[in-house]
C-alpha cells in the first residue's frame, strides 16, 4: 500500500456553512503543489450537516475522508483522534476557518525538511504577516495566555495558540498519544510534551488573518484553559509524560 506523504487533519464541529469552501480551498492546493496528501475532517459530533457535507465532498475528492467522534469531545480531542490514524510521514492540523491559507503549509514542511520535528505557526513573530487583525480585547488576552504559559510551562513560544502544526509522524505519535487535554488547552500541553521528550521544535512566521465567527470565550475557555495548565503540570510531576510509547503501524504495514 503506497502512504500520502502529508496527512492534513481538520477538526470540525457545525462547520456546515464554511467545511464545501474550506475543502474546496485545501483539495484545491494540495492538486496545485502536487502533494501527495490526504484531509482527514473530524466530525465532533456536530449536530448539523457538517459530516453529510464532508461525505457528499468527498465522492468527487478521493484525498478526504471522515472519522467520526463519539458525541461532542473537544477540538483537542479532535485533533488527537485525526492525527493518531493519520496515514502521512507529515502529519499537521489547520483550523477550519483556515484563518492561516493552506498555502503557507510549505513553510512548517520546509521547516521539517531542514531538520525539525515540529513545526508551529506563529501570528506574532512577524506580526506585518496578519491579514486581518484580532479585536484589541482578543490580543491582550492572547498576549496575557502566552505570557502565563510561558512562565508555568517554561514554553519559550511567541504563540502558543495558533491552529497550524506540523509533525513528523514519529514525534506525532508519541506526543499526541501522551496528550489528555482534549478541549481548547491542548496546545500547550502537546508543546510541553515535545519539548520533555526532546524533539526539536521551530516556530514559523504564517500569514494569518481573524475570523470573527470564531466561538472561543475568552472568559469562560480561558478560566478552563489556566486549570488545564495546572493539569499538565500535575501530568509533569506524576510522570505521565515520561511513558514509554509504541508507535502503532498502519494498515498493511508489518512488524
Known amino acids: 500500500m503506497q ?3 502529508y496527512s492534513i ?3 470540525a464541529y457545525n462547520e456546515s456553512a ?3 469552501a474550506t475543502l474546496e480551498s485545501v483539495v484545491a492546493c494540495v492538486r ?3 502533494w501527495p496528501a490526504e484531509v482527514i475532517v473530524v466530525n465532533d459530533g456536530s449536530t448539523d450537516s457538517t459530516a453529510q457535507l464532508v461525505r457528499d465532498f ?3 475528492a478521493p484525498e478526504v475522508r471522515l472519522i467520526e467522534n463519539p458525541g461532542n469531545r473537544g477540538k483537542g480531542y479532535s485533533v488527537r483522534s485525526g492525527i493518531l490514524q493519520a496515514l502521512g510521514e507529515i502529519v499537521m492540523f489547520t483550523d477550519a476557518d483556515l484563518s492561516s491559507p493552506m498555502e503557507e503549509a510549505e513553510r512548517l514542511f520546509a521547516a521539517i525538511a531542514n531538520g525539525a520535528d515540529i513545526a508551529i ?3 506574532w513573530l512577524e506580526s506585518g504577516r496578519q491579514t486581518h487583525r484580532q479585536p484589541l480585547y482578543r490580543q491582550i488576552f492572547g498576549r496575557c495566555f502566552n505570557a502565563v504559559c510561558r512562565m508555568v510551562m517554561r514554553l519559550p513560544f511567541a504563540d502558543t495558540q495558533c491552529g497550524f502544526k506540523a509533525f513528523t509522524r ?7 498519544q501522551l496528550q489528555t487535554i482534549e478541549r481548547w488547552g491542548f496546545d500547550p500541553e502537546i508543546l510541553f510534551i515535545s519539548i520533555k521528550r526532546g524533539y526539536k521544535v521551530v516556530e514559523v512566521p504564517v500569514s494569518w488573518g481573524h475570523d470573527e465567527r470564531s466561538r472561543m470565550s475568552y472568559l469562560r475557555d480561558g478560566m478552563q484553559m489556566l486549570k488545564e495548565l495546572a493539569t499538565i503540570r500535575w501530568n509533569a510531576l506524576t510522570g505521565h509524560y515520561n511513558k514509554s510509547i509504541k508507535a502503532p503501524f498502519r494498515t498493511g504495514e508489518t512488524r
Open 170 to 176: 514519529a514525534a506525532a505519535q508519541t506526543v499526541f
Open 18 to 20: 464554511r467545511i464545501p
Open 9 to 11: 487533519v481538520i477538526p
Open 32 to 34: 496545485a503543489q502536487g
Open 58 to 60: 468527498a465522492r468527487e
Open 3 to 5: 502512504y500520502p506523504k
Open 121 to 123: 505557526g506563529s501570528r
